[in-house]
């Protein structure tokens, strides 16, 4: 057999190729596996709305906690004063229970009729029997009188004890909330914190666009609404018309178009944000009233005024403000009062919004509300077409 040949080395010049194209590779791969695109300006809009969101969910959990919690601790205290009154009666039964004891034992070591026997006046001894008599009689209605008080405090003691529990699960349960809530905030603040003034200014004109956007097309409804009623106001007169003249009477005389003015073309339309009057008065004037005077306020999650509010805070002190309580939670808040249609809406209702109604304003008419939004920004009035509406309630 021939000798196997061994394979020559690479020579210096292919072994530089070969680690230089290694090395571009391990750079490649490396690359590949660690670089992340930057996310856009609509996806860091996109999750700071979602964290403001899921952030203000759990807002008005914290709120409905915070509302069982004050309301637990109310119980708690009317208990344990009602358990404190329990033993004052039951030490003053207890001192009286003793005396009529004492006084039971000094008289009764001796058998009556013995007593009788020894005693040198009957009669003055016959008077001490029917009072022990009736000192037995007190020992009696006594220990029965203990007896209810004892199962009396016993109750409310128990009943002390289970409010107590309640109360320290709500104040976990609220505790937890506010962790969330806090954490929530953090997120977004940290996502804002990372764009420039430029991309923030981007951020807020997208939101003043989206809100311009949905009082377009809410006065466009409107609009559209009003040329449908008119048209079947006009369809209606006009069969009235006919039937009279079928009738042989005589039409109504008919108004020329002409003649009717048309509206000022120099009467500008308002601004998507500008607040229309306050009603005259009433109720829903109250209310409406004290809502565009929070206007520009600071939001402040579980705030109920009167520097800042939060969402359902605001609408609790508006109603406060017409002298109607309402609960402090928005879900709470739509349980109240009569659903309202979107076309029956009148100013002081109720709006409320997302699938687990979590956000409420105050609608002022013209297909707006004042509501406060969420952290970082000021009570406003706002098209209620920019969030998914769900419904309104008049208290």
């Known amino acids: 057999m021939g000798k196997r040949r061994k394979p020559s080395p690479p020579s210096r010049a ?16 490396s690359g590949t596996a660690h670089a992340e695109p930057a996310p856009t300006l609509a996806s860091v809009k996109e ?25 637990l601790q109310g119980e708690a205290n009317r208990i344990q004063e009602k358990v404190a009154r329990g033993q004052e009666a039951m030490n003053e039964l ?22 009788l026997m020894l005693d040198s006046d009957p009669a003055s001894y016959l008077g001490r029997a029917s009072v022990q008599d009736q000192v037995a009689g007190s020992w009696t ?20 004890a289970a409010t107590l ?20 905030l953090a997120q977004s603040e940290a996502l804002l914190n990372k764009l420039s003034a430029e991309e923030r200014a981007k951020i807020n004109a997208q939101e003043a666009a989206d809100k ?4 377009a097309q809410q006065a466009a409804a409107a609009e559209r609404a009003k040329a449908a009623e008119k048209e079947a106001a006009d369809k209606a007169k006009a069969a009235a018309g006919k039937e009279t003249a079928g009738k042989g009477g005589t039409p109504a005389p008919q108004t020329p178009a002409a003649s009717t003015p048309a509206p000022a073309a120099s009467t500008p339309a308002p601004a998507a944000n500008t607040p229309a009057p306050p009603a005259a008065g009433g109720r829903a004037a109250a209310i409406v009233q004290f809502a565009y005077a929070q206007l520009g306020k600071p939001y402040g999650w579980s705030r109920t005024g009167p520097s800042s509010f939060d969402c359902s805070g605001l609408t609790g002190a508006a ?26 809406l009148q100013p002081g209702d109720l709006v409320f919004f997302y699938p687990d109604l979590h956000h409420v304003g105050v609608y002022i ?3 707006k509300m004042i509501h406060a939004p969420r952290t970082g920004k000021n009570i406003e009035v706002l098209p209620i077409g920019v969030m998914p509406y769900m419904g309104a309630v008049r208290p």
């Open 212 to 215: 311009a956007k949905a009082a």
């Open 141 to 160: 209605d006594l220990l029965k009188r203990a007896q209810d008080e004892q199962r009396k405090l016993d109750q409310e003691r128990t009943e002390a």
């Open 14 to 29: 292919r072994l530089a190729v070969l680690t230089t194209a290694v090395a571009g590779g391990a750079v490649l791969a």
């Open 165 to 184: 529990a309640d109360l320290d699960a709500v104040g976990a349960s609220l505790n937890a909330q506010k962790n969330q809530i806090q954490s929530k």
């Open 365 to 367: 008419g013209d297909g």
């Open 319 to 344: 109603y406060r403000a017409a002298d109607v309580s309402l609960p402090r939670t928005s879900q709470e808040q739509w349980k109240v009062g009569t659903r309202i249609g979107r076309g029956d």
């Open 47 to 71: 999750q700071v709305d979602r964290l403001n969101e899921e952030a203000e969910q759990a807002i008005e959990r914290f709120n409905g906690f915070q509302e069982k919690q004050q309301k």
């Open 94 to 115: 207890r001192t009286q229970l003793g005396v009529v004891g004492a006084e039971q034992y000094r008289n009764n070591g001796i058998d009556p009729g013995i007593q």
